[in-house]
């Protein structure tokens, strides 16, 4: 998989919208998916950030060849930026704290594949400049995990289209608990309510069930187990995920 420029891309979403049937290319761009004959009038959908999304008709594809996917970069839109004359201050939004019983526990479906939580961050109209993002992760047997930050507008109550066209992939420590994400120089500004999302990308030689997300009872959460699957809202529990903001 690679870019109208021949770069190859990593970590590319690709599957049937809401099936619950998808992969994720690994760090080379190569990917590889099974599509039993029931989805033969399906479409299989490529979906990066910063790409335009690219849909093909899982009919067309010849399955006896090596399929090559180029996608197309975006126009960068500038983001608008809200001048106020009131002194701003740093704040935590999200989930500060957590339980040592409550864990996020991402399920391995398949060895290339995406897991990701999600929780709402509530900005209520204000300027907000991200500063940080924070999540709790903890592991008996791997010292570090491949993730990607994402940041999603809200849509009827569940993560949309994505806040920011950037990718904020990093290798964090699972021995620490509390991590942190600098957002600066991603230079993200919004008013709305966002979803701050999590996602575990795919390493074909990692054991999925020893990573080990925390959490906090009461509220509620969203997951999805696949590339481009429906979201689940699960009540009861929070993911431990916050920002910090100048607001």
């Known amino acids: ?54 849909s ?7 399955k006896s060849e090596e399929l090559e996917i180029k996608l197309v970069e975006k126009v960068a839109n500038l983001q608008e930026v809200a001048v106020t004359g009131r002194k701003m201050k740093i704040k935590k ?12 526990n ?11 939580f999600a929780n709402l961050i509530e900005i209520k109209e204000k300027p907000t400049q991200l500063l940080s993002a924070h999540f709790y992760l903890t592991s008996s047997k791997m010292d570090s995990a ?24 990093q290798r964090l420590s699972t021995k620490e608990g509390w991590v942190r994400i600098d957002l600066k120089p991603f230079g993200v500004y919004t008013e709305e309510d966002f979803y701050l ?16 997300l925390g959490g906090k ?15 689940e809202k699960f009540v009861g529990a929070s993911l431990s995920g916050y920002v910090t903001v100048l607001q």
């Not at 500060?96 to 409550?102: A, Q």
């Not at 996602?199 to 074909?204: D, S, T, V």
């Not at 009872?217 to 481009?228: E, F, H, I, M, Q």
Request: hydrophobic letters at 35%.
């Open 217 to 231: 009872l009461g509220g509620s959460s969203y997951s999805r187990k696949a590339s481009l699957c429906s979201w």
């Open 93 to 104: 939004l999200g989930i500060t704290g957590r339980l040592p019983v409550v864990w996020g």
């Open 1 to 54: 998989m690679g870019s109208h420029n021949d770069d190859s891309l990593s970590y590319v979403n690709i599957g049937i919208w809401n099936k619950n049937i998808g992969t994720a290319s690994d760090e080379h761009g190569v990917f590889k998916l099974a599509l039993s004959q029931e989805h033969a009038l399906d479409t299989l959908t490529f979906s990066a950030i910063g790409y335009k999304e690219l």
């Open 146 to 169: 491949l993730f990607r930050i994402n940041l999603y507008k809200e849509r009827n109550g569940m993560p949309g289209e994505r806040l920011a066209e950037q990718s904020i992939v």
């Open 56 to 62: 093909i008709a899982v009919q067309d594809i010849n």
């Open 197 to 212: 999302g999590i996602e575990y990308l795919p390493a074909a030689d990692a054991e999925r069930k020893s990573i080990m």
């Open 106 to 116: 991402p399920d391995r479906r398949e060895e290339l594949n995406i897991y990701e």
